[in-house]
């Protein structure tokens, strides 16, 4: 038994697979990369497969993790940025006003 779920694109010439299938008589899900080349189109080792007793966990852990910590770094860095640039100013004003005192 095979059940492709999704397929999500990784480059120009692989995708992540995602499947429920069985595998030595157990059903699991499987997520695992297939290449297409001129050398080779088929799955490749990378990936994992998840037993489906186990997939309730890995299903909590996946519906777990915020969005927010998927944003790019540097997306991160302009708003920290942005603030210690307020600081800066901030602390430059306050500077400004003791040297006049």
Not at 23 to 36: A, S, Y
Not at 47 to 61: E, L, N, S, V, Y
Not at 64 to 72: A, F, H, R, T
Request: aromatic share 6%; net charge negative; hydrophobic share 30%.
């Amino acid at each position: 038994m095979e059940k492709d779920i999704d397929k999500i694109q990784k480059n120009a010439d692989t995708d992540i697979v995602i499947r429920i299938d069985d595998f030595g008589g157990k059903i699991g899900l499987t997520i695992r990369e297939f290449v297409t080349g001129e050398r080779y189109t088929g799955f490749t080792k990378a990936g994992t497969r998840i037993p489906a007793d186990k997939f309730k966990q890995f299903k909590q852990a996946i519906n777990s993790i915020n969005e927010k910590d998927l944003k790019q770094p540097e997306e991160q860095e302009t708003l920290s940025d942005d603030s210690e640039t307020s600081k800066q100013e901030e602390g430059s004003s306050e500077e400004i006003e003791e040297q006049a005192i």
